[in-house]
């Protein structure tokens, strides 16, 4: 009888046991369903997020490309007489072309940007960079946009011209103020003028250069925003549809490449300023440096 029991005991025991099993085994599998469906609707979250990308790449290349072929299809054709209309057109030419070279660039560095953002990995060398004459450079280049919505950009002399360069991946940072100063363009009342202007701290040894204009006012919530990867406020997506949400992430990404800062202030009169400090030489020795000579004659 006793051994009965025990047999009965011994029994109830395990089919406790295997019951304490398949009821983990049952919450092992509901908490791996819901870590695959979580995965799964990441995965689909990329995909739309790839397929729009790849939209907004084909639409903001394909529309500057549009309008530079249109024109030279007119000087070609000699639909154009005057002087001043040919001269008009090609500065719309130069302005597309501005705009399609920018877009390339700014798709072209995501990935990098994306996989790693650290200095080394760049592969580019640091060099002396006068930041009073790549403004000037700068904004000669995009002024045939500006011009188009009768927007005039103006780097003022000082005190910028008396700061040191600072040494920086100079097409990187290149980069971040074409970024800056394009949506400078692209958001400004008409009329209006963009004014560039900096200096240089001794206390800290950095150069600031400020990049101000009149548009759209940044709501003081949304400020903090505009760095996020494709983040466009609503006041942005009604004056220019067809922008991306890229060039002030890829601007802050290549900045913290530089160990610098991007911040930006807005006002509710519409006077919006980003400004850009770098470090004259805090990063000498963090990867290759290009002798002076060696960029001596480049922009």
Known sequence: MSSNNNNESTDKFASKDIQNKLLQLSEENILLKNT???????????????????????????????????????????????????????????????????????????????????????????????????????????????WEK????????????DSPPVLAIKNLISQVFSNIIENAVKYSTPDTEIDIFGQYNPNDDTVSVNVANYGIPLPTEEIGRVFERGYRSENAKNVYPAGTGFGLYIADK??????????????????????????????????????????????
């Open 254 to 299: 290549i900045i913290a490449i530089h160990e610098g800062k991007i911040t930006a202030h807005s006002d509710k009169g519409g006077l919006t300023i980003f400004q850009v400090k770098l470090s004259v030489k805090g990063l000498q020795g963090k990867t290759i440096q290009r002798d002076a000579k060696d960029s001596s004659n480049r922009r």
């Open 150 to 161: 009768r927007v005039h950009i103006v780097v003022d002399d000082y005190p910028l011209s």
């Open 36 to 146: 695959v469906k979580t995965m799964q609707d990441q995965v689909d979250k990329i995909k739309r997020e790839q397929v729009i990308y790849l939209q907004n790449v084909s639409h903001q290349l394909v529309a500057p490309l549009n309008a530079m072929k249109w024109h030279i299809e007119n000087l070609t054709a000699g639909r154009i007489k005057t002087s001043d209309r040919i001269q008009k057109v090609l500065r719309s030419l130069y302005s597309q072309a501005t705009i399609a070279v920018h877009l390339a660039k700014n798709f072209a560095l995501m990935s990098n940007l994306e996989a790693d953002i650290t200095l080394s990995a760049q592969r580019e060398p640091l060099e002396l960079v006068d930041l009073k004459r790549l403004m000037v450079n700068l904004a000669d280049d995009f002024q045939p946009l500006g």
